[in-house]
């Protein structure tokens, strides 16, 4: 009913930059917060990033002055411009949002992409 795309992965040199997207579509009703995970080889997912639908934002410390997330409530589409990439960023990225599908529903439920492969190596 609801499906999540992430697009922009690849692979990129330490210091450079990508840019994740993230489109949702779907029986749609309203939108809470999207946001952004990440798991490496042998170790747990963990948050990078997450927005709610009025702007307010918040980071991990390993990506905070590097990472920026934006959202476009319009398009139902979460970014993630990814800066000063380090080789401990490399991950399969992955969005997830909290949502409604359905005006009656109380609460949001959540929804995972398929995930995107972030690479930074020389």
């Known amino acids: 009913q609801v499906q999540l795309v992430e697009s922009g992965g690849g692979l990129v040199q330490p210091g450079g930059s990508l840019r994740l997207s993230c489109a949702a579509s779907?029986?749609?009703?309203?939108?809470?917060?999207m946001g952004w995970y990440r798991q490496a080889p042998g170790k747990e997912r963990e948050l990078v990033a997450v927005?709610?639908?009025?702007?307010?934002?918040n980071y991990a410390d390993s990506v905070k002055g590097r990472f920026t997330i934006s959202i476009d409530n319009a398009k139902n589409t979460v970014y993630l411009q990814m800066n000063s990439l380090k080789p401990e960023d490399t991950a399969v990225y992955t969005c997830n949002a909290d949502l409604k599908t359905r005006s009656w529903t109380v609460g949001y439920s959540r929804y995972w992409g398929q995930g995107t492969q972030v690479t930074v190596s020389s």
């Open positions: 779907g029986s749609i009703f309203s939108i809470n917060a």
């Open positions: 927005i709610t639908s009025g702007g307010s934002a």
